[in-house]
């Protein structure tokens, strides 16, 4: 089989004759990975028999006796569904991807094991609860048991085309620390300002400081409402906001530094792609009190953006213990991801809760003034920790080392890069490549008990258990929203978040001088909170979290609260919600800046009348963003072009616009000032204002809609260029042509856009592509669970041309969502398929 896919794939045969081969072989290749839903399997250790009832998506339920029974099961599960894409988080989080899939793999490999995520990990597991930690050993089990019994192309198809090249390969065991890498992976995606840093140094270089400040706008409080409107939360400390000193900032830019930072970050942009990052991440999440509600309880709703992967990155289950109880307390449902036992984001018989990202400034880079293997500090020099890292590559037979080396900040992550071997072979010898070196510190470098968090929140009955749960939530810092069946609601920002002695974090800072130290972290009691506020509405869309009287810092990297207003406006104006209003808010695709910037386009001259059809679609237009707008889609073209005419010019490519809301916010500034120096284009014999930039957009939009789409304007619709495809991290992007079709689906045409409620990320910089999307929707109704609703981005299964890889993407594409059947009469109502687990007559657990 090996070699005849090698033949197909590589001798040019199409991909229909493919198919027909593939399919032709049947069991073997396609179907072999597929699951069995039904029947009965023995599974070691068991206390009691397990239940796993499926509906017509295939999304489990799991009923059993005890927690290590639920668990065990579950892992069993999660390893039908999604061995695959649990087996390459691992290897991303490790960073031994390349081992998986070869070399194109190990410069991000050589990144990740810098950081050093797996390590932080396996230390992390000495802290958690002896429960928790029994859980992950429990869900370790079941994952295990499954691969007893399955291998290569039984696991997935993914693993019959990678044996091509990589014959020899053989998954491990699943262990507890492969579970807890990943959420070091979150942390990353969810967690630091590290880009912003880099490219403010970097324009820093060749910009006034008053230019990069006007890229970079102070959150629109007067426009836009924080989480919450007053700071009354402990007064044990006011943060330090003295910025970095301009001689320590002058002396970061000469072109050794620079040239570390382009290293850093070259490197550390292809790791968010890996993870399910997309440009135009963020979420939304809201929840309202019974006033608002035609049931008089709460409802909460909550759709995390995240970058578009095939799988999604959630997967759905349900956890039930037979007898709630203090011993078995477990009942709850929701989104989790493979790989990770629990429920991530969800309700149990009491709570609702829902994320979205805080984004404080968690990350800190560091000047490093090296002499030899040794970093100054406070006057002294201090030895730098070292270890050697060595890699194996699919397809390959030598292995490769580099030398990892530590400061008393974090790992020096511009040794990673084009140079490493000779940065190694340096360090190796005692000697210091260069000078001058960057070290990164990160609140996920320091072991925490996150991990406990989950459980704690899926077992939490009450707000106040809520709360202590969420103490223990250290990375990523998440704002948290809750209803409970009694009627109350809250909102609590958990997480590790620094206290600086000198700076907001904003900039890299001398890391020989002490000032710049971190001096603790916010105590948890003074970290931003509400509970049952009188309004009875919150609204967390990664805005602005508190108002400028915090006595903390937490960061100055909002979302600019576009999507935010635009939700706490539609719950003003809606009057009493159901489940259905809720959803409607998800869908909402208004572009709250093409409200700002209409008018100012419709006010240009023009007077071709080819150039002016396309300027005439903007007259009367809603703002909506519908996949079939024809405004939309002559808008978008002329805002990516608005923004590279004003800004391409003078920025670094690094730095170009991406689209989303601080330019939103900058162009909102910029253009009541029509004069202003960004207007003008460098290079032309004549000084541009405003009023240029905008009439050649247009004009340029013009003849580019015609050129992409159609020269009559009912033709176009944004979605026709707004598409999204649903893309395999591995096999779905370096592979030839038929690999790809084998596991991508699409493309889908979508509506919505950046900085919409409707979030579908594009990168203006890029194009129009979707980046990023609402990963998951759901709606839960705190007054019957039952009548909730759910709806995962890709389908339960990670199996290609399994009949649940897609099965709820075409209803998420047209806003539609699911049952979320919880109670047990409603479960049985879904009944489709049922698998037993069994305790094995001689068992050698006992």
């Known amino acids: 089989m090996r070699r005849l896919l090698r033949v197909l794939i590589f001798g040019g ?44 998506n295939g999304i489990p339920q799991i009923y059993a006796d005890t927690p290590a029974d639920l668990f065990a099961a579950q892992g069993y599960v999660a390893a039908q569904d999604r061995f695959y894409e649990m087996d390459f ?32 990990a396996e230390k992390e597991l000495g802290l958690l609860s002896p429960s928790t930690r029994q859980y992950l050993d429990d869900y370790a089990r079941g994952v295990n048991a499954y691969l007893d019994k399955h291998s290569g192309s039984g696991l997935s198809l993914e693993y019959a085309v990678l044996s091509i090249n990589n014959g020899d390969y053989r998954p491990e065991p699943w262990t507890a620390a492969d579970s807890l890498a990943w959420l070091k992976a979150m942390a990353w995606d969810l967690g630091g300002n590290m880009s912003d840093e880099i490219d403010r140094t970097k324009l820093a270089a060749t910009l006034p ?3 990069i400040n006007s890229l970079y706008p102070a959150y629109p409080y007067d426009r836009n409402a924080p989480i919450i409107s007053t700071a009354s939360v402990g007064a044990d400390g006011k943060f330090t906001s003295a910025p970095v000193e301009n001689e320590a900032r002058r002396g970061m830019l000469g072109k050794g530094f620079l040239k570390s930072l382009d290293t850093v970050e070259k490197v550390a942009k292809g790791l968010p792609q890996l993870i399910g990052r997309g440009d135009g991440i963020g979420s939304n999440s809201w929840v309202v009190s019974g006033e608002h509600t035609t049931t008089g309880k709460p409802l909460l709703a909550n759709d995390p953006h995240l970058g578009a992967t095939m799988p999604g990155i959630w997967t759905q289950v349900g956890l039930h213990c037979r007898k709630f109880s203090p011993q078995c307390p477990f009942d709850v449902s929701g989104f989790s991801f493979s790989g990770l036992p629990g429920v991530v984001i969800g309700h149990n018989s009491a709570i609702s809760w829902g994320f979205t990202n805080l984004d404080p400034d968690v990350m800190d880079l560091y000047l490093e003034r090296l002499d030899g293997e040794s970093a100054l500090y406070n006057g002294k020099l201090e030895p730098l920790k070292t270890r050697v890292e060595t890699f194996k590559v699919a397809g390959q037979d030598e292995e490769e080392k580099i030398t990892v080396r530590e400061s008393r900040h974090g790992p020096i992550i511009s040794d990673v890069g084009d140079d490493e071997r000779e940065t190694g072979e340096l360090a190796a010898k005692g000697k210091s490549p260069v000078p001058l070196a960057v070290a990164l510190r990160w609140t996920a470098l320091t072991p925490g008990r996150s991990a ?24 990523p810092s998440q704002n948290l929203v ?26 890299p800072v001398p890391g020989w001088d002490p000032k710049y130290e971190w001096a603790g972290y916010i105590p948890f009691q003074a970290m931003p909170t509400e509970f049952d506020p009188d309004d009875g509405i919150i609204v967390t869309a990664n805005q602005a979290v508190v108002p400028k009287s915090y006595k903390y810092y937490l960061s100055d990297d909002w979302d600019y609260g576009y999507r935010s207003q635009q939700i706490l406006d539609r719950i003003r104006a809606a009057g009493k919600l159901d489940v259905n209003s809720m959803a409607s808010i998800q869908l909402d695709t208004k572009n709250r800046n093409a409200e700002t910037l209409v008018p100012y386009l419709l006010r240009i001259a023009i007077n071709d009348d080819f150039d002016k059809q396309g300027q005439d679609t903007l007259r009367g237009w809603d703002f909506t963003q519908p996949a079939d707008s024809a ?39 910029l253009v009541v000032q029509p004069d202003n120096g960004w207007w003008d284009k460098k290079g032309t014999p004549q000084r541009e204002t405003r009023d240029d930039i905008l009439r050649e957009a247009l004009v340029d939009s013009r003849a580019e809609i015609t050129t992409k789409m159609a020269r009559e304007p009912a033709n176009w619709q944004w979605g026709k260029l707004h598409k999204l495809t649903l893309t395999n991290q591995t096999l779905g992007t370096g592979a030839p042509g038929p690999i790809k079709k084998l596991f991508n689906r699409g493309p889908y045409l979508l509506g919505g856009g950046s900085s919409t409620v ?23 109704d705190l007054s019957d669970f039952d009548k909730s609703r759910w709806i995962n981005l890709t389908g339960i299964s990670g199996h290609a041309f399994s009949s649940h890889y897609t099965d709820q993407t075409e209803l998420w594409v047209k806003g539609e969502t699911l049952p979320w059947a919880f109670t047990k009469g409603a479960v049985e109502a879904t009944r489709k398929h049922t698998l037993t687990f069994s305790k094995p007559e001689k068992d050698p657990a006992g």
Not at 27 to 54: C, K, M, N, Q, W
Not at 95 to 105: I, Q, T
């Open 13 to 56: 045969i199409g991909f229909a004759t493919l198919l027909l081969v593939v399919a032709g072989t049947g069991i073997f290749i396609v179907r072999h990975s597929f699951p069995s839903y039904d029947g009965s399997v023995e599974l070691t250790g068991l206390d009691a028999d397990v239940e796993v009832v499926r509906d017509d």
């Open 631 to 669: 405004p939309a889609a002559y808008f978008n073209i002329v805002w990516k072009n608005l923004l590279a005419l004003t800004f391409h010019d003078q920025l670094p490519e690094s730095a170009w616009p991406d689209g989303g809301s601080r330019w939103f916010e900058v162009m909102r500034t």
């Open 209 to 211: 400081q008053r230019n």
């Open 482 to 507: 809750y209803a409970d069946r009694e009627g109350h609601i809250g909102y609590q920002a958990p997480g590790r978040v620094p206290i600086r002695k000198s700076g907001t974090g904003d900039w």
């Open 758 to 780: 409707d979030a579908t990320g594009w990168d203006a910089a890029e194009g129009y592509t979707v980046t990023a999307t609402p990963s998951m929707r759901m709606v839960v």
């Open 89 to 120: 988080r691992r290897h991303v989080t490790a960073g031994r991807l390349a081992e998986l899939v070869g070399k194109d793999a190990l410069e991000t490999d050589k990144f990740v094991r810098t950081l050093g995520w797996r390590r932080v």
């Open 452 to 475: 406990d968090a989950i459980f704690a929140i899926d077992r939490a009955q009450s707000w106040t258990a809520f709360r202590t749960a969420a103490s223990m939530f250290e990375v």
